[in-house]
């Protein structure tokens, strides 16, 4: 069983080329005008209240960062714990 193997001619090879460079230029229209789009829904998602002139409502739920670096210092409010300091005891007969 040996098949035959037809091969094209070249003109039907070089009509080829020229068809697929034609798809070749249009995807590539195509692929930059997609990538623009990217790019620019990229930039309108990363906007916020901050950088654009969108109300802070529109903001949603997402906690904005804090504007300040400092962390917490860990100390509670009220006197610093230990013993019992000292002071002046009442007097019974203030007069």
Do not use: C, F, W
Request: glycine residues 10%.
């Amino acid at each position: 069983m040996s098949q035959t193997v037809v091969l094209p001619s070249y003109e039907e090879l070089a009509a080829l080329v020229v068809e697929l460079r034609g798809e070749l230029a249009a995807a590539s229209e195509r692929i930059a005008v997609l990538e623009a789009e990217v790019t620019d829904l990229r930039a309108r998602l990363g906007q916020n209240s901050a950088n654009s002139s969108k109300p802070s409502s529109s903001d949603g739920l997402a906690k904005p960062t804090p504007k300040s670096l400092r962390g917490k210092s860990g100390r509670g409010p009220g006197r610093p714990k230990g013993p019992a300091g000292y002071h002046v005891a009442p007097d019974r007969d203030p007069g």
